[in-house]
Every structure is written in C-alpha cells, then in structure tokens.
C-alpha cells in the first residue's frame, strides 16, 4: 500500500543501478519502480532495460515504445516516488 512507497532522492535512485549485486530501479513520471524482475521478460532485451537503471527511464522507454503501458504492466513493482534531495528520510 502507500504506506510503504519509499521516498526516493536522486542520489537513491543512482545507486540502485543494477550493478553488483545492487537492485535496479527506474523511474518513470515521478513514480519509482523495481525493475530487477522484469529484466528477464524485457522482450527488448535486458540489455536495453538496463539503460534506464538508476535513472529516469521515462525519455528512453517514451523515445522506443510510447504505446507500451509502463504502469500497468509494472505496477506491482512500484517501489516509491522521487523526491528533492532535501527530502531524504531520516
Ligand atoms: C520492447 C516493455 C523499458 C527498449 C518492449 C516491448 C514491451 C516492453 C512490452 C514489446 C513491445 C512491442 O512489441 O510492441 C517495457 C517496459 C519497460 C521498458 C515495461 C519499463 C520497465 C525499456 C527501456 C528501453 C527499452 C528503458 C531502452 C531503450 C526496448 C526495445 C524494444 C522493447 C529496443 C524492442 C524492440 C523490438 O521489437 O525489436 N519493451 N520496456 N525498453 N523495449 Fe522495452
């Protein structure tokens, strides 16, 4: 629920790039989303989703397929919402 949606930092987000061993997070209109599941299924190809870990994927993903749903299909794997960096949590 909303109760545990994460508020995420810039600086949050660039850390979870996917790289070792690190979750992937991407985020898209404001909302963050976990993308480390989906990265197998991508029918794009994982390397492709990966471009967007630890950044705002919203200009990739809008730039090669503007008519995919991102929050339909990536619902579950809602994580947080972007905040400024002098929003981070305590
Ligand atoms: C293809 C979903 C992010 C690059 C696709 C397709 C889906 C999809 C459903 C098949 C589309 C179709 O056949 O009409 C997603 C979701 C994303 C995401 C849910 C976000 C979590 C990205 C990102 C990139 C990317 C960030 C980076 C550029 C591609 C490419 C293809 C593709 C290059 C396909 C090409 C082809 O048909 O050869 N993606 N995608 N995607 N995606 Fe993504």
Redesign the pocket.
Known sequence: GVDSLVRVTPAMLKEKNGRKGKPAW?S?QGKV?N?SP?LPY????EG??R??AGKD?TK??M???S????EN??GE?MVGIMVSEDHAPV
């Open positions: 991407s898209y989303y993308i989906y991508h029918p794009g190809g492709e989703l471009r967007a994927g990739l993903f730039e090669v397929h008519w995919v749903n991102w299909m990536m794997c």
